[in-house]
């Protein structure tokens, strides 16, 4: 559990980071800052959220897109908004079902807690980040007042931030490799083959060394160097009222309100070899031992500079109350409901490209984490450049949540006690998308020869890449489109949006059921505590989406028995032996579950969902032992096990578009799916075609070791203000993943980190306090990647965060933090066995100053 008193005392910026103190517990970053959680391993879609006792959803954006499954988006909130945070990572019958890590409590205080009378708390901080120099303000505030009798209590808070974010650094978009494949008819089939190498003709030579040691080794399939600018707005708030006119009666009302704002801009100066192969020819190229094509020179390259900008909201919202009445001195009843929604918008998603397709290129990716790439054609002078495509992807995603739960609590005798109740939740679920794509040829008139509109000054601005990590004599600026001016020249916004049927799709849950749970406290010569008992769990689901252009709903339902128990034994009164086991489910991924496919149009990719996936379902065995040996100190270790039962997999075909039953009117003009099925270049390629099914059983167990010694504990004076407090976590996992051959692999879960740590040392002397805290996590994979990759994932990251803190007076405290000290770079990789590099960036440092008041 962490209070407000602990959040404060750290450099935590949202929710996310303020979880990772806790043992068992590691944060995913976007943008340099915490965005989700996994616990014991099992990522953000495993843990459930409950803000103020009610489950919920929170979704922003992240890289890609709008989260589309069940993970809870932390940093839609900024950590000031919230009085405790309560991780349970063991299940009991009276708590929610639907996770197979956590369930997390968030909670925004309740008024009387504050006691009579008016209070006010405020903080006023700057925050700068050194790769930027943005200089940016952060301010909180909360409010309560509670009458004399302590009877009426009202509460409201205030949080918000704003701040850009650089992400500088490299990208390959993965690397791929080709195929020179003869077929029975003699002839042969080439595949992301370049057009020469060292200046024999591939096509003409097929059998020629050279070209097949290259065909059959992977290539980048975009190298390129770029700025990526987050400019984020994150403004939250609450409110509370709380009503207790008898020491039997209790009622609350609770509001959250947040809103999150970014503006995403890149700046890409990079070679389209991606599907055009045919077209470039390689020189002096050399292959490492991990079959990578890791430099190059080539000729008639195609030089794409690129510019992008997206424009996001998530807007969210709750209300939530609760109505406690003892009936009796013995039976308790408890009425709570809430609805909660949350908005996230894409109103604009913008890409404009300038094409130069007859460029001069070099690449070297000999040191895959700092690549040196160099354009020998000018790429500063807009007259070589034409204006050649442009995208706009709006889209949006909507998440509602109802609830309503009944509570009774009756206790007959001491250490004796049970509950019991009913409940119904519903989730809605609705994505869509549209888009205005198009290469300028197709949308335009063309001179001949050309494939866009000549570049002019006005059209262009010179970009300067700045310290993204790259070696000496690398390509440091180039043109990209002036965002204002080429939308303006294209009319962009104001051509008509195309809806895609891939991207319209919903799934709406209404579960219902009960539990019966039984505590108790015994005394048969050692103390025991605990509790057993029993959750019933119906749930329907209505999943729709296009099928072969059809508008299609499909509904199911299914049922879930949940027992649980959990012992508490106290050998001593300082050592305290914990054991819990339960049966749980996780409910599949939202996009899994939809009917429908999409296309995925520059990898020849389909990807489907299946409405019949079950929940992932699992027994969870815990034992800790909690040895409290001095006052405020404590040792512990936990071990854990997770034998889930199923889990969706995905299943791999190859096959043709035409196998596929999916609309012509999916594949959008100027991308290679359309070049090969509908202009006919290769209407029989083959398409690598995905979808979630049932899969066989894994295995998630591990271990945990935590510590907080202050070390008053053992010493007086001076030397009593030190502590240090810290966890490791050391989990092992394993699951069978069908690769694109059709082969069976045994690897880690995704997203399990083998091992995961954090610690702090802190000086504290009740006036001045210094906290320094490092977090740890191991390299982890996130599932299925493409172009002959299996899996991609990201390497380890260690992330170094210190807090000053001075109380100037008995209201005021002087502040001053720093989060990623080290300026962590964040490296991803292609493929698991040679971990090719996908990305590697960095966020700068940052520096956060101000002042605390509390009236």
Known sequence: MIVAEDIAKFPDTNLAESLQRIPGVAIERDAGEGRSITVRGLGAQFTRVRVNGMETIATSTDGASSNRDRAFDFNVFAS???????????????????SLGAVIDLSTGSPL????????????????????????????????????DETLGVSASVAWSEYTTPELGNNSVRWTDGSIAQEPDGSYRFTNVFRSVNGVECRANPTDPGCNEVANAFHPRIPRYGLVDHDRERLGATAALQFQPTERTNIEIDGLYSNFKEDRDEYWGEVLIRSNEANIDLTNYAIDGDNNVVSGDLNNAWIRNERYHRESETEFYQISGKLEQYVTDTLMARLSGGYSKSDATIPVETTIIFDD???????????????????????????????????????????????????????????????????????????????RDSQYCSAFSCADGAYGAPVTGDLAELFELGDAGQPAGNTNSWVVPNLDAATDFLDLYNRPAVTQQGDERGVTEEVWGGYFETGFELDPGVRMTGNFGMRFAHTNQTSSGFNSGQFVTVKRSYDDLLPAINLNVFPADNFIIRGAVAKVLTRPSLGSLTPGGSVDQFNFGISSGNPFIDPYRAWNYDVAFEYYFAPGAIASVALFRKDVESFPISDVQTITYAQSGLPLSLLTDGTPAYDAVVNGTDPNREFVARTTVNGEGATIQGIEVGFNLPFSAFADGFVSDFGVLGNVTYVDSSQDVTTDDGDIRTVTFPGVSEYSANGTVYYDDGTFSVRVSGAYRDGYHTGASGNGNFLEGFNSTFNLDAAVRYQLTDNIELMLDGTNLTDNYRYRWADIDTKRNYENNHFGRIIMFGARFEL
Do not use: C
Not at 80 to 98: M, Q, R, W
Not at 120 to 128: D, I
Not at 138 to 148: E, H, K, P
């Open 80 to 98: 000031e908004l919230f009085n405790s945070i309560v991780v349970h990572k063991t299940a009991s019958a009276s708590l929610d079902e639907g």
């Open 113 to 148: 807690s504050y006691g009579a009378g008016t209070k006010l708390v405020g903080s006023v901080q700057g925050r700068y980040n050194g790769l930027n120099d943005d200089l940016a303000p952060r301010l909180a505030g909360l409010g309560a007042w509670v009458n004399d």
């Open 357 to 435: 397709r007859d460029g001069v290129y070099s690449y070297d990716y000999t040191d895959m984490k700092t690549p040196l790439l160099v354009f020998a054609t000018d790429v500063t002078n807009p007259a070589n450049f034409q204006l050649a495509e442009f995208r706009d992807r709006p889209s949006q995603v909507n998440n509602e949540f109802k609830t309503v739960a009944l509570d009774l609590e009756f206790e007959p005798t001491e250490g004796l006690s049970f509950k019991t109740g009913p409940f119904w939740r519903e989730f809605d679920f609705f994505t869509t998308g549209a888009r």
